[in-house]
């Protein structure tokens, strides 16, 4: 089961090297319970587990795709959507919270770029919507963004003005860079 996390994860960031998060993010495709490897024993099916994640939050900060949604929303898009991939679930933004809290102190140490923009996307997709993630997902335990902000965002939110060059993701994840500029020396 854990190469095929690591097949799917590589599938959904094919064009990742090329556009970034724009062009990336086949996730809606494959159905991986991704969160459930953010622990895993195996350091690369765990790395791509977490690069999943990241990028799905990468595609839904560019507008490229959204991932996660609130159940109101995805049953308003099914009703009116004759798309076959709209009429499957969307993936549940709180599985994929609570394993990001009981994993962000590993997952920073082992992968700080992923870990960079997975805090930076959490805070601009909230200021993006233009209100919290309580009240735009009134399904999930209000508790739960709480101590994303007091355990996560809150003290990382220096990381907002950083953001690293993208070729130390790309190296982080494993993905060969397309462009010369992403090579390191």
């Given at each position: 089961?854990?190469?095929?996390?690591?097949?799917?994860?590589?599938?959904?960031?094919?064009?990742?090297?090329?556009?970034?998060?724009?062009?990336?993010?086949?996730?809606?495709?494959?159905?991986?319970?991704?969160?459930?490897?953010?622990?895993?024993?195996?350091?690369?099916?765990?790395?791509?587990?977490?690069?999943?994640?990241?990028?799905?939050?990468?595609?839904?900060?560019?507008?490229?795709?959204?991932?996660?949604?609130?159940?109101?929303?995805?049953?308003?898009n099914?009703?009116?959507?004759?798309?076959?991939?709209?009429?499957?679930?969307?993936?549940?933004?709180?599985?994929?919270?609570?394993?990001?809290?009981?994993?962000?102190?590993?997952?920073?140490?082992?992968?700080?770029?992923?870990?960079?923009?997975?805090?930076?996307?959490?805070?601009?997709?909230?200021?993006?919507?233009?209100?919290?993630?309580?009240?735009?997902?009134?399904?999930?335990?209000?508790?739960?963004?709480?101590?994303?902000r007091?355990?996560?965002?809150?003290?990382?939110?220096?990381?907002?003005?950083?953001?690293?060059?993208?070729k130390?993701?790309?190296?982080?994840?494993?993905?060969?860079?397309f462009?010369?500029?992403?090579?390191?020396?």
């Amino acid at each position: 089961m854990t190469n095929n996390i690591i097949e799917q994860a590589k599938r959904g960031l094919e064009g990742f090297a090329i556009g970034g998060y724009h062009t990336s993010g086949n996730f809606s495709k494959y159905r991986e319970d991704y969160y459930k490897y953010f622990g895993d024993p195996d350091d690369e099916t765990r790395k791509y587990a977490i690069a999943a994640f990241t990028c799905m939050l990468g595609t839904w900060e560019t507008g490229s795709l959204q991932i996660f949604q609130p159940i109101q929303e995805w049953e308003e898009n099914k009703k009116w959507s004759s798309n076959p991939l709209d009429q499957k679930r969307f993936y549940r933004l709180k599985d994929y919270l609570y394993a990001l809290l009981a994993h962000h102190e590993q997952i920073e140490k082992e992968f700080p770029y992923m870990y960079e923009d997975i805090v930076l996307f959490l805070i601009k997709i909230e200021l993006n919507q233009g209100i919290s993630y309580e009240k735009w997902f009134p399904e999930h335990n209000p508790n739960l963004f709480q101590r994303l902000r007091e355990e996560i965002l809150i003290p990382n939110q220096h990381l907002v003005d950083k953001r690293s060059h993208r070729k130390f993701l790309l190296k982080e994840i494993g993905i060969e860079p397309f462009f010369e500029s992403d090579q390191i020396r």
